[in-house]
């Protein structure tokens, strides 16, 4: 929501100052149908996201001033900010919130390595580039449930192939998904798993995009190649590579569906995100005056780091 | 790619569009302020009203689980006899979503389903809420009351809840047993000899024995997981055996009660004698993990739920043997072992009526009820692979000799134990099972978890006079 | 300039333009490099392969430990179980899948219609405050879609669109929209405007130019816009679980899903039932593989 403001706002309703696109064709009618236009064009698109997206979150911004509840009826009464002081003062949310960093940080970082490290590899390669890539990017291809599924198959500590195979190696089993540390990075892997070929993709096509003729006249100067790589490379591929690293943290804060799926949460509450703590609030007690104002804190969460995405997207546009 | 940088004015679009969505906005709060008022549950009539002769579906809504499709299967060749007009659906959902699936149907006051089957501790949220109808007049017109174990009568239908054991002959009823259910002890003959462990603590010491004597086997197999009403069952059922209680009922009191001296024996015995004799990485395990493990001859001693143990019998599903009997020449099946107390979990369902059901629906639901409560019809249900209610049929050879663990329901029946039947019985047991779950899994302490799932749990029943505040 | 994966992945080496003799540990290092590369597309791989396998193993083979990789039995009957219910006749399974089929293809084909005139409207006319409409739109996209869930809940609840297609159908294409404006108006971008003004001056109105002139050059873009919105609607778990409860209604994910929980696993069914939910996916990303940079961002990167 980069600017829900003008939605308040109760201006005279012209725009769309249509531009010829030629000059010198500015007749009245050309420009009130141009105008007509632009209103017939955008309105029905912009209706949907107002009616699915802006309402919901208005009303949501309502209800997290009361104490509405979805099942239990009666008039909402407002509490206005307890709500929110509830959450905000709350060591469970406080708890949720840590659990949520910790997976943010570790899966952007892990997939940002590796991710990088792959495209750094493939774009090395003269023969096979395009099957490698394909291949490569099967995970990210898969609905988060497929996912979340076989993964917990696969990490089951009796009969998942995982320890399977450690057996194998003459390693001891590994409670990949009911253990309070490897839970969480359990948790961690199978998102590093999906979506380092995202990140991949991204800095593929940056280092792709890098002008050899900078390489050969590094390598008149016979520059090392750790230098190369520091001084030509990184610069290049870094701004391409920031806005795949900070879209992935917006995935990464929303995520559910892996949550739910791979440990519910568990063992005990270490799982947990804010994502699946809002859903219990929302769902298992129907506090939805709660659950409301939680949304809209994460949303504020959201907003932020989505303005920080499309500063930067900005940024790379007017380079 | 340009942008003009002029900006303020709203667009045309967009300022229809902001109407129309404030329009819409005060049309729905308005909508959402006026609706619900219904507090208490409407009641159904005593007698059942004239059926239609017109086609009709009669839906039901459980999740999706074996007894499931033996109920569709079942009503729709049996009670198609008497109503040939009507056919039966039982819709299914997932079972971590079953209780949202109906809850958040009745809270639209639009169900598509007309008999929900409740657990019988969601009874109390869909009675206070007003979401089924009272057959308090129905039941007492229609239905043999006799025939039944009060408890059992009770347990699916009373609220507010019956003592344990017993039946308040005056309060409401709001459902009826349609499967019975409670824990079976499942263990291996041929490891630990044909007759099963009396106590809790030999059936411990067997276990151990048996987990040392067979390498690759685990001791015990139970419950762990935190979704559904996993571990907090499994937490019960010890703090049942070696005599605690889950709260006062009257004094509303679960600190000082659940976690007192008996209460934190169980969990000790539960996470230091039982948690060490289960295999690596069972934290989360759960119906069907128990069944594998069972299956794939990993387990000497395992409990799970009675309705959910047919598939052990499948070859197909199993390592055990290539056929019915070899496998049952492996596995045994007895009630609960017993300590301080013989108490067992109360589990199945009952049937209810939905409140926002068609009124056609509704009678027809009355009469599916009636008949479904006739002695031969549950006789019929047994021998469909269904775990009756009325005393005659849970004694007749159809049932008995349908399945190996069904004589343990007979047996059980007057052990049997809920747990609270209250509005917050969501989050009640979500609070137990995430900490039970947690010391389970090493998360946390026996006593801090127990600690504080008295504690948390104790201001979810203090607050319960509050709305959609709070619960966090 | 769009980096396609065609042209991001081309037969020319990005750099090792160097003179051979200032190659760093040359062949040796080479070496290293593939066997890196093939390490990690193993283990990139290797869950997908898994899977596969396990769809085609009979249920005593998926429980063996050490785990069979290579010595099972073939068999089909998980893929048959899929489709056919245990009594013959279509598996709920199945209808889940055309449910699937209904809602991500109607739902995109609804953002499809919104979204492409929106995209040419905003790539061609200067309309007020585009750029914080723009961005205001794509903001939308990034909702938490368990928190939009709630208040979405609530308005179904009330004009009664709880667990049926077009509610789903509704929140899909509005979760679409975003994306398809964002992504469109790149395409649009690219098509030159005198194309249309070229028309105008031959008597067409500028619908006329836009419909006759612009839009058949621009159906590529739409093809491979509408299969990226097609794969998010076809993926979506968060409110199709939260949004239906009935067989008619709900869709492949939350079905998939609702496979395990019950009282046993059968690991194989679930394995064959990702594998045929995934592959019109797979086969589909495939399609628009030149596109995709731009498709996993949104539209936003398309460098």
Request: with cysteine.
């Amino acid at each position: 929501m980069s600017d829900p403001a003008p939605l308040t706002t109760d201006h005279p309703g012209q725009v769309a100052s249509a531009t010829p696109p030629a000059p010198g064709r500015s007749r009245r009618s050309r420009r009130l149908s141009d105008r007509g236009l632009a209103v017939a064009f955008t309105s029905p698109a912009l209706l949907l996201l107002l009616a699915m997206s802006v309402f919901p979150l208005l009303w949501a911004l309502y209800l997290s001033f009361t104490d509405y509840s979805a099942t239990r009826g009666g008039p909402a009464q407002f509490l206005w900010f307890e709500n929110y002081t509830a959450i905000l003062t709350s060591p469970q949310v406080h708890q949720r919130a840590l659990t949520t960093l910790v997976y943010v940080v570790g899966a952007v970082t892990l997939q940002t390595v590796l991710g990088f490290a792959i495209a750094y590899l493939i774009s090395r390669r003269t023969h096979g580039r395009g099957l490698l890539t394909t291949l490569f990017l099967v995970p990210m291809m898969l609905s988060p449930v497929v996912v979340g599924l076989f993964w917990r198959f696969m990490l089951d500590a009796q009969f998942g192939v995982i320890n399977s195979m450690l057996g194998s190696l003459g390693l001891g089993q590994v409670e990949w998904l009911t253990g309070q540390r490897t839970a969480l990075i359990s948790l961690i892997l199978v998102d590093t798993w999906q979506w380092t070929p995202f990140i991949m993709l991204i800095a593929l096509a940056g280092l792709t995009a890098v002008p050899t003729y900078l390489y050969e006249a590094a390598s008149i100067d016979r520059a090392s190649e750790w230098f190369r790589f520091r001084t030509i490379t990184l610069p290049l591929v870094w701004p391409l590579l920031l806005i795949a690293v900070l879209f992935r943290a917006i995935e990464a804060f929303r995520l559910f569906d892996l949550v739910y799926i791979l440990t519910s949460g568990g063992p005990g509450v270490s799982t947990e995100t804010l994502s699946f703590h809002v859903y219990k609030v929302a769902f298992l007690g129907f506090n939805t005056g709660t659950a409301s104002a939680y949304g809209i804190l994460m949303v504020l969460v959201v907003i932020v780091l989505t303005q920080l995405y499309l500063r930067y997207l900005n940024k790379l546009k007017e380079d | 790619m340009r942008y003009p940088q002029r900006r303020g004015r709203l667009s045309v679009p967009g300022r229809k569009a902001g109407l129309a969505a404030a329009a819409l906005l005060v049309a729905t709060t308005a909508a959402a302020c006026g609706g619900g008022q219904n507090d208490s549950a409407p009641k159904a009539p005593a007698t059942i009203p004239e059926l239609t002769k017109d086609p009709l579906t009669l839906s039901f809504i459980w999740f999706d689980w074996p007894p499931a499709h033996a109920l569709e299967a079942f009503a729709n060749a049996e009670y198609a006899k008497e109503r040939p007009n009507v056919t039966v659906k039982v819709k299914t959902v997932p079972n971590a979503n079953w209780h949202d699936a109906m809850f958040t149907q009745f809270a639209a006051h639009k169900t598509d389903f007309d008999i929900p089957i409740l657990d019988s501790q969601h009874i109390g949220e869909a009675v206070t809420n007003g979401n089924i109808l009272d057959i308090t007049d129905f039941v007492k017109k229609n239905i043999d009351v006799k025939a039944y174990n009060p408890y059992l009568l009770a347990a699916y239908g009373q609220f507010p809840q019956a003592e344990t054991g017993k039946r308040d002959e005056n309060a409401s009823l709001y459902g009826l047993p349609l499967l019975g259910d409670t824990w079976t002890m499942i263990y291996r003959k041929d490891l630990i000899g044909d007759k099963p462990p009396q106590t809790w603590d030999e059936m411990i010491s067997v276990a151990e024995k048996c987990q040392a004597d067979n390498p690759g086997v685990s001791g015990l197999a139970f419950h762990q997981a935190n979704g559904s009403d996993a571990a907090a069952v499994t937490y019960n059922t010890v703090n049942g055996v070696y005599g605690g209680n889950l709260w006062n009922p009257r004094t509303r009191k679960i600190d000082g009660v659940l976690n007192d001296a008996a209460g934190q024996e169980a969990m000790d015995v539960l996470v230091n004698k039982m948690k060490p004799l289960t295999a690596k990485g069972s934290g989360n395990w759960f119906i069907d993990e128990v069944n594998a493990a069972v299956a794939q001859g990993k387990a000497c001693i395992a409990f799970n739920w009675i309705a959910a143990s047919g598939g052990l019998l499948d070859p197909k599903q199993s390592t055990l043997g290539a056929t019915r009997e070899e496998i049952l020449d492996k596995l045994g099946f007895a009630a609960l072992p017993s300590q301080k107390t013989n108490l067992v979990p109360l589990g199945g369902m009952g049937m209810h009526v939905s409140a926002y059901s068609p009124e056609a629906n509704q009678a027809e639901a009355l009469n599916f009820m009636k008949w479904f409560e006739q002695a031969d019809i549950q006789k019929k249900w047994a021998a469909a692979g269904g775990v009756p209610s009325r005393t005659d049929a849970l004694e007749s050879p159809e049932f008995l000799d349908a399945a190996p663990f069904n004589q343990v329901y007979t047996d059980s029946v007057p052990r049997m134990r809920d747990m609270w039947n209250v509005p917050e019985y969501a989050r009640l047991v979500d609070i137990e099972n995430t900490n039970v779950n947690a010391a389970l899994n090493g998360a946390k302490t026996p006593k801090e978890a127990l600690d504080d799932i008295a504690k948390e749990q104790q201001s979810v029943l203090d607050s319960s006079s509050g709305k959609g505040g709070g619960g966090l | 300039m769009a980096v396609s994966v065609d042209e991001a992945v081309g037969t020319r080496p990005a750099r090792d333009r160097t003179p051979r003799a200032r190659r760093f540990g040359g062949r040796g290092r080479a070496v290293l490099e593939v066997a890196l590369l093939t390490v990690l597309a193993a283990v990139m791989l290797f869950p997908a392969l898994w899977m596969i396998e396990t769809s085609i193993k009979e249920n005593r083979d998926v429980y063996a430990i050490p785990a069979k990789f290579f010595d099972f039995k073939v068999t089909m009957d998980h893929f048959k179980d899929v489709f056919v219910a245990s009594g013959g006749g279509r598996s709920t399974l199945s209808d889940s899948f055309l449910n699937s089929v209904v809602v991500a293809g109607a739902s995109t084909a609804l953002a499809t219609v919104l979204g492409v005139p929106a995209a040419w409207a905003y790539s061609r006319f200067a309309v007020k405050a585009k750029k914080d409409q723009l961005f205001f739109i794509l903001s939308t996209r990034f909702m938490p879609p368990v928190v939009v869930v709630i208040p979405i809940f609530l308005m179904y609840r009330q004009v009664g669109l709880i667990d049926t297609k077009l509610g789903l159908i509704l929140i899909y294409a509005a979760f679409n929209i975003p994306f398809t404006i964002w992504m469109m108006k790149g395409f649009v971008d690219e098509v030159p405007a005198e194309y249309e003004d070229a028309a105008m001056l031959d008597g067409y109105t500028r619908l006329q130019a836009f419909w006759r002139f612009t839009l058949p050059l621009l159906l590529p873009g739409i093809a491979a816009t509408a299969v990226f919105a097609l794969i998010f609607s076809w993926n979506e778990f968060v409110f199709a679980i939260f949004l239906t409860s009935s067989d008619s209604v709900r869709t492949a994910p939350p079905a998939i899903a609702g496979l395990i929980g019950g009282t046993t696993v059968d690991w194989g069914l679930v394995a064959a039932a990702s594998v045929v939910f995934a592959l019109p996916v797979l086969v589909f990303a495939y399609l628009v593989r030149r596109h995709l940079v731009a498709g996993v961002t949104l539209g936003a990167v398309r460098r």
